[in-house]
């Protein structure tokens, strides 16, 4: 199921992962392949994945997942992003999913409900390329990237650069 965004809106986050393409010999973090999974309260064996479209490498999109089977603690994220940055190879190429929950950078989203959402948009261009989930006391923005997708927080890879984008409200509440 495709880019229904309004199904978010009113639902608490139970449970986060990040979800990285490993970032063999990449330079800079922010050029990684990086998504964000919610699972909500509502429905604990439905993982939502915010990512984007791989046919367009634009647009946002919702995926529904079952969970993972291979789930790594967030402790192990930075030392394995490292690791594959420095082409180190440490493992075969394809999705890592690490949960988030123990980690106080996610503290201020789970358990938490989401309020608004915004779409990101390129001004007097219709196309949308980003999403962002808002949160009483934070957000999660997931925007296309070079390498396929990337999510900030206010705690967890922020970067002041997408200031001048417009947002257009998908529903205000």
Do not use: Q
């Not at 402790?75 to 490292?82: I, L």
């Amino acid at each position: 199921m495709k880019n229904k965004y309004s199904e978010l809106l009113n639902k608490s986050v139970d449970r986060l992962f990040l979800i990285l393409w490993p970032p063999f010999g990449e330079e800079k973090i922010s050029d990684i392949d990086i998504s964000v999974g919610l699972v909500f309260d509502d429905n604990s064996n439905l993982l939502f994945v915010l990512t984007s479209d791989e046919e367009d490498r634009w647009s946002p999109i919702i995926i529904h997942e079952d969970i993972p089977s291979l789930i790594y603690p967030m402790e192990d994220f930075d030392e394995r992003v490292k690791r594959w940055m420095m082409s180190e190879e440490i493992g075969d190429f394809e999705l890592e999913y690490y949960e988030a929950n123990k980690d106080g950078k996610f503290s201020t989203i789970l358990g938490k409900e989401i309020k608004e959402i915004k779409l990101f948009k390129v001004e007097h261009i219709d196309s949308v390329f980003g999403i962002k989930l808002i949160f009483d006391n934070d957000y999660i923005l997931s925007l296309s990237n070079m390498d396929g997708n990337t999510i900030e927080t206010s705690k967890f890879n922020k970067s002041d650069k997408f200031i001048s984008v417009a947002f257009i409200n998908l529903k205000k509440i």
